[in-house]
């Protein structure tokens, strides 16, 4: 089994010495994502997870405080965040410090990285709903794990262990960094040949996934800083932030 937030310790622990140098500029918290840019501009996004949305009623005490603090501090709500809206943070702030220059960008459609067969069995945790159709034109077989009922009917804790047992193809949200809940879902895989972390959340650094069955990262970089921190600040989400990312894929 993998150790609960494994994952974000490692990004820490990488990006700890860059945080060093750099200061905060400024953060906007968004109804779905949260925006970090750093003094030198570049930006990074991380989604606001569901349960905020749903259940958060306070407010962040250090409010006013963030312009101009040191991005170490800032990083440490990776390891240190008292709740997920200070893990989110915690992700843009990495996001934004990670070196993004020798990225591939492809604006090539998820599935198509994954080579699906028919009578493929691929699980999906977190619905991504652009992508069942395509999938499902494949022949494989789709079974999807949400959290919120309100998107999709829940299945039992022995049908979701199923379908990652038995999967070819596991595709994981890379909100379930923020939820806590990626190192149980890794650790319940049997031996899928493709695990892909993605969604603009995602960390695009490889180095922290070793000695895990991923396989693919696909996230995104902010290619326009300024616009997309205006559409974070006004509630936008993904289809209105989309023009001002840059679509990357990894292969680990």
Known sequence: MYEHGSILNRLHKQLERTAKNRKIADLRVGLSYVGVMLDNNAVGIAAVPRDIKSKWRKVL?????????????????????????????????????????????EDREA????????????????????????????????????????????????????????????????????????????????????????GP??????AIFSQTPVTHLGGSVVADSTRAMQIISMGGGTPALRPYLRFVNLHL
């Open 61 to 105: 005490p250090d409010a006013g405080r963030y312009a101009g603090a040191s991005a170490v501090d800032i990083l440490k709500y990776l390891i240190e965040g008292e709740n997920s809206l200070h893990l989110a943070i915690g992700l843009a702030t990495a996001n934004a410090l990670i070196d993004h220059t020798s990225c591939e960008t």
């Open 111 to 198: 599935t198509t990285y994954f080579n699906l067969e028919p009578g493929e069995k691929v699980a999906m945790v977190g619905l991504f709903a652009p992508l069942v159709k395509r999938i499902r034109l494949t022949g494989a077989i789709l079974t999807v794990i949400e959290k919120n009922p309100e998107r999709l009917e829940l299945l039992s804790p022995e049908k979701k262990q199923q379908a990652l047992r038995d999967c070819d193809v596991a595709i994981i949200t890379a909100t379930t960094l923020l939820n806590g809940t990626f190192e149980e879902i890794i650790g319940f895989l049997g031996k899928p040949r493709s695990v892909s972390l993605l």
């Open 201 to 206: 959340s995602t960390p695009l650094m490889p």
